[in-house]
């Protein structure tokens, strides 16, 4: 096993919960997950491996974010509308922006400093600046959003669309429609980009791993996983992916190179969103169940 298990966070202390995406600071390693249930986000630090602090008012929180160029967390709030920036340092909402009836989906543009929202209910993809709270462009969708992403070497966003089954590319500009990529595989969920081979990595519902050229949308790989996947997050160092998947309760680890799963481990019912450290090399992966997050670190030979 390339993955062993060095411990536990406790979230919770009257579980159980019902973690969302997390996302984390690459220079101290601290970790923020979004809490659906509680409505509010959860910082656990790297340095104590603890759980001190909540965001609260984050009300049916979804997304999250990492915004490096301003030192911030954004967070989607789904059940009203809103996503909130927090500082990474003193821990304090910076400010709370509407952005529209359900977003979700989060990506960051760092040049422009930008944040795209994509909305579950109103299917639209809007830019915001998060500084001023000023909406930049609004697109409509072809159907519900999933996870999205930014492309900094095509200037271009990138949007799972769970029916039809599509990954579309948007303008970062101004997010006018560019590609509209069919995939050959019901509800594409968990997306990422291996920069290396400029290939698009979407995990699909009926338990499916599919890799599109980013350029062509030609399928160049794909993988069958265990059971309906939600997040994914790419260890560039190892050239691995690993995949959440609530059902049975597991994390598979797929190598990138022949899109064969090398590992699988045991998790718990429920578990299906991880964030990953690679500086660290350090999988967290969130269990509503028990209110904890698992760590695990990878084996670097």
């Known amino acids: 096993m390339s993955l062993h298990l060095v411990g536990a966070i406790q979230i919770l202390n009257d579980p159980p919960g019902a973690f969302d995406h997390a996302d984390l600071d690459p220079d101290t390693g601290t970790v923020v997950v979004a809490n659906a249930a509680q409505g509010r986000l959860e910082i656990l630090f790297a340095q104590t491996l603890r759980h001190e602090l909540s965001i609260p008012d984050c009300s049916d929180a979804s997304g999250v974010l990492y ?42 543009d760092g040049g422009r400093r930008l944040v795209l929202v994509a909305d579950v209910k109103d299917h639209s993809a809007r830019l915001m600046d998060v500084l001023s709270g000023s909406s930049v462009a609004q697109t409509a969708l072809p159907g519900r959003p999933r996870w999205c992403l930014y492309d900094a070497a095509r200037d271009r966003y990138w949007v799972n669309i769970v029916e039809p089954a599509l990954v579309v590319g948007l303008r970062g500009a101004d997010l006018q429609m560019e590609v509209e990529f069919p995939v050959a ?62 059902e049975p309760g597991c994390v598979q680890a797929i190598d990138l190179d022949t899109y064969e799963i090398v590992e699988e481990i045991v998790t718990e019912q429920g578990a299906h969103t991880l964030t990953f450290d690679e500086r660290r090399q350090r999988l967290y992966v969130f269990l509503p169940k028990t209110g904890q997050a698992a760590i695990y670190e990878e084996r670097v030979r």
């Open 67 to 108: 915004l490096p160029e301003l030192r911030s967390f954004v967070g989607a709030a789904r059940a009203n509308g809103r996503v909130i920036l927090v500082d990474a340092h003193s821990w304090q909402a910076i400010r709370g922006i509407s952005v529209g009836p359900r977003p979700n989906g989060l990506a960051w």
């Open 185 to 246: 595989a019901a509800g594409p969920h968990g997306l990422a980009l291996d920069e290396a081979t400029g290939r698009l990595l979407v995990a699909c519902d009926v338990g499916r791993l599919v890799a599109l050229d980013r350029d062509t949308g030609r399928v160049v790989g794909e993988c069958m996983l265990a059971g309906p996947p939600d997040v994914v997050w790419l260890n560039v160092l190892k050239r691995r992916l690993y995949v959440a998947i609530g």
